[in-house]
């Protein structure tokens, strides 16, 4: 990918996940804006932006490695990863079996005492394969250590999951009695 668009998929982040109203955007209860709202935001953002356009989003859901931006109707939004105060809700949806978690030993050791915690984000994230979440590890730490969340028992007993995208979940906190390592 460019680093132009690079910059504009971390840039689209910024203002899709973490801080809409720096950006003079509000997203609406799943998470939209409008395209136009969007494009507006980002030429006052940066001065050399003033040629970004719906276009440029395209390419950039188009060539990301990850499926991060959904566009359509007009409106565009991000399917995971939030911190706004006000909860983005999400489709609640039957789990797979098993979902994994990658992240660092550090955090696993407190993970198997505590349970997965949204942290700093609306959700806890998790992966459909074990690929994903060895990648997402990656970003963290050299050493990843993979998590295995019992997620359709988890579910059953009442515990929220939402489907993100194909290879993201979202859930309620998890406790430790289902999750594993390895
Ligand atoms: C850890 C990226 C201590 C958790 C990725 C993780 C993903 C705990 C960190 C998406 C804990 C939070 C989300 C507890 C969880 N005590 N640490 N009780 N519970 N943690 O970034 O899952 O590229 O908010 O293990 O690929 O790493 O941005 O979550 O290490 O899909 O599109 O606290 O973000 O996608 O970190 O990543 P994050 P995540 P993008």
Redesign the pocket.
């Known amino acids: 990918m460019k680093p132009y668009l690079m910059q504009l998929s971390k840039t689209m982040?910024y203002a899709l996940r973490h801080q809409p109203a720096q950006f003079g955007l509000t997203l609406d209860e799943e998470g939209w804006v409008l395209v136009d709202d969007l494009v507006a935001a980002l030429r006052r953002h940066r001065h050399d932006w003033q040629g970004v356009g719906p276009e440029d989003f395209a390419q950039v859901i188009a060539q990301s490695d990850?499926k991060?931006y959904e566009m359509r109707d007009g409106k565009i939004r991000a399917y995971?990863?939030h911190s706004t105060p006000q909860k983005v809700a999400q489709e609640v949806s039957a789990p797979p079996v098993i979902l994994f978690?990658g992240?660092?030993p550090r955090?696993a050791r407190?993970?198997h005492v505590?349970?997965?915690?949204p942290?700093?984000?609306q959700y806890?994230?998790l992966s459909a394969d074990l690929e994903t979440a060895r990648?997402?590890a990656l970003?963290?730490t050299p050493r990843p250590i993979i998590l295995r969340v019992s997620a359709l028992e988890a579910y059953q007993e009442g515990i929220k999951f939402y489907l993100g995208n194909d290879s993201?979940w979202l859930s309620e906190p998890v406790p430790p009695r289902f999750i594993t390592e390895g």
């Open positions: 982040a990850k991060r995971y990863g978690h992240t660092t955090a407190i993970i505590e349970g997965l915690k942290m700093r984000r806890v994230h990648q997402v970003r963290r993201v």
